[in-house]
């Protein structure tokens, strides 16, 4: 599932190639995606406008529409992309890094699509269709964003309850834009138990978790997505923790499947 990092080339892409550039049709007909919102409702709010800002926080990611307008909400699900087409026939995209081997200009998963008038046109493509599109999301609900948190509110999402660290990791309420993936490394780098309550963590545990927070998300931002950390090739079975050698072992924590140093990252630790 897209997190942070990817979330942010999506939005990257949109500042790039897709501010300021006047819309004249929306294909906005696929009902699922686009809930709560009939066919047609998002078109007639975005007609004539442009989008003026690219936003992120966490996960999510809209834009604005110029004075007056609407937010436009793009949420990416499992395997959204931001795919950017010019009449040209240059592409630029942004977000799920697997669905890069798609082969430009095949746009049978799109799901959403703003049309300009300079012919070009920006689509949100997910083969899952599992992304969503929506005016005016509800961004104010979800906690700081994991690229900025301060210390501060970093200290304050886990201070409270008796949840398993990377549940609270995982809890966008917390902190915003943490997935799977990322929490492993944070985890893994922190050298702390993926199961640990958050009530017994120490100041330092959660320094070094904040720390370990920063670097993976300006690595995975840096380097092309969440898959380019040091631990996500090592979280499988068989597998030695990169670190020490030993075995790397999986369990369940907050439901989510996790991978772990058998030796560093033992429960306790």
């Not at 300079?118 to 999301?137: Q, S, Y």
């Not at 989510?256 to 429960?267: G, K, Y």
């Amino acid at each position: 599932m897209p997190e942070l990092p990817e979330v942010e080339s999506a939005r990257a892409v949109i500042e790039r190639s897709g501010l300021g550039r006047k819309i004249i049709d929306v294909d906005d007909s696929d009902s699922y995606v686009c809930r709560p919102h009939s066919p047609g409702q998002i078109k007639d709010a975005l007609i004539g406008r442009e989008l003026v800002r690219a936003h992120r926080r966490g996960k999510s990611m809209w834009c604005d529409t110029g004075e007056d307008g609407p937010e436009l909400g793009i949420h990416l699900g499992m395997s959204g992309k931001i795919v950017i087409a010019d009449p040209d026939g240059g592409e630029i995209d942004g977000g799920d890094y697997w669905e890069g081997r798609r082969l430009p200009g095949d746009y049978r998963w799109s799901r959403f699509a703003l049309f300009f008038a300079d012919g070009g046109r920006l689509m949100l493509v997910d083969p899952r269709r599992l992304g969503r599109v929506r005016l005016d999301p509800p961004v104010e609900a979800l906690g700081p964003d994991a690229a900025t948190v301060t210390p501060a509110q970093f200290r304050a999402a886990l201070s409270f309850g008796t949840a398993p660290v990377k549940a609270r990791l995982l809890d966008q309420d917390a902190v915003a834009g943490i997935g799977n993936l990322l929490a492993d490394q944070i985890l893994w780098s922190a050298r702390i138990s993926p199961s640990r309550r958050v009530d017994r963590l120490t100041p330092d545990d959660v320094d070094r978790l904040l720390r370990a927070t920063r670097q993976a998300v300006r690595a995975a931002i840096r380097d092309g997505g969440v898959h380019t950390l040091k631990v996500i090739p090592f979280r499988r079975a068989g597998a030695h923790c990169p670190r020490d050698g030993a075995l790397m072992a999986m369990s369940k924590v907050g439901g989510r499947t996790t991978w772990w140093c058998s030796l560093e990252q033992a429960p306790g630790a």
